[in-house]
């Protein structure tokens, strides 16, 4: 009797500290990255589709996304160019300290679009 009254205690013990342990990870695998986007108000189209994992701190906000390959996404006179690890602090409306993504800027004369960024 006795014996099983540990073996209670000692689950239950075991349960609660799952449950409200913090992990930095998100291990909820039914919910996407671009359904954490979503919670934070950011647009899904931040990030290219590819996505194969991601890691949130939910305490500091930091995020590290995991994508299959390198990748470049054109539009207009924008593009964006992603490594396969991208990393930022996250929080609602706003993505800061993003590594990982670049940036470039084309500038357009007439119809023939340089490869040089802007700002030159």
Do not use: W
């Amino acid at each position: 009797m006795q014996r099983s009254l540990i073996s209670q205690l000692a689950v239950t013990f075991c349960l609660i500290l799952i449950i409200h342990s913090n992990p930095a990870y998100s291990d909820d695998e039914n919910r996407t990255v671009y359904d954490l986007l979503q919670d934070y108000n950011l647009p899904v189209g931040l990030l290219p589709e590819g996505v194969t994992g991601y890691e949130l701190d939910h305490t500091t906000g930091k995020l590290s996304v995991t994508l299959s390959d390198t990748c470049s996404v054109s539009e207009g006179k924008y593009q964006l160019k992603y490594e396969a690890t991208v990393k930022c602090y996250i929080s609602n409306g706003k993505m800061s300290s993003l590594e990982g993504v670049k940036c470039e800027v084309f500038r357009c004369v007439g119809e023939h679009c340089g490869d040089r960024p802007t700002g030159e």
